[in-house]
């Protein structure tokens, strides 16, 4: 679920804002998601997410149509993040010399954005009950849009976060506060067979983020028959021996671990698990 905000320039006699305009006077920090949904940071495009790097959330999504200046905000999300969004909105409408905006299509004034608040608020407690409700599995979980990567919401973390919402800020901030890599898979063709196949990369010493079981986000990509992970240069192993003989692993999301492998260990996966793609 998300809300947009759109915010006309109307100031007669100031020059049209681009992105780069905006962002700068926002002063959030910003980055463009990859086809992962991972986070390029500081890269400008269409699409721009723009964030406050101080309380890691799930950010706005930026961008223009003609000079109208478009804001989205993902919901459920923190608190602290659905108050930000309507000061950028009132502070983008006092730049234009406006006090409405077009909140979903509907016109909207400045002076209603605390009733504005209290629904989005709403909407996200209604929206983590849901997701509540539909995880009586305990290997189902859902998937949200963070800032930094794609993050898997199971039974483990919808009881910490408690349908509260200072709960879910403290929870969202914490994990993508993490000193983590988190590894996303490239896919190839097989030149023999024409099948496709999925690889993740690792690095030695670094925690890496990897899935319990590899996919494709959104199921963009679909029949792809063989998973590995390239753990050294030119050095692979299939996914299932990799993710079933690595002994260093913690738990980072319903549906990830962080993998920390030093070259000792890598090289006795080689050893026994390599193979030729």
Known sequence: MSITARIKQKSLFKKKMNIEDIIKFTGLSYGVCDENYRLDRDE???????????????????????SDVLLSLSLPTAPSEIRLFYSLVEKLCNEFNTKKYLREDEEAYLYEDEEFIKWDEEASIVALEEM???????YRCF?????????????????????NLNNL??????IQSLDVYYATPSVFRKKDTDELFG??????????VVPNKPYIILDQIKGINYWYVMIRKGMTVT?????????????????????LLNDNEIDALIEQYSVEI
Not at 46 to 66: C, M, N, P, S, V
Not at 169 to 174: D, F, Q, S, V
Not at 244 to 257: F, G, L, P, Q, R
């Open 44 to 66: 400008i495009g269409e699409h721009t997410l723009i964030y406050d790097e101080t309380k890691l959330a799930r950010g706005f999504e930026l961008w223009l149509e003609g």
């Open 132 to 138: 509540t409700s539909k995880t009586e599995d305990e």
């Open 143 to 163: 998937e949200i849009f963070g800032i930094y990567n794609p993050i898997s919401i199971g039974q483990r973390e919808l009881q910490r976060i408690d349908c």
């Open 169 to 174: 800020e403290e929870y969202l901030n914490e």
């Open 199 to 208: 690889i993740y990369s690792i690095v030695a010493d670094i925690p890496c």
């Open 239 to 259: 996914y299932d021996d990799f993710i079933n003989h690595i002994s260093s692993k913690e738990y980072y999301d319903a549906n990830h671990v962080i993998a």
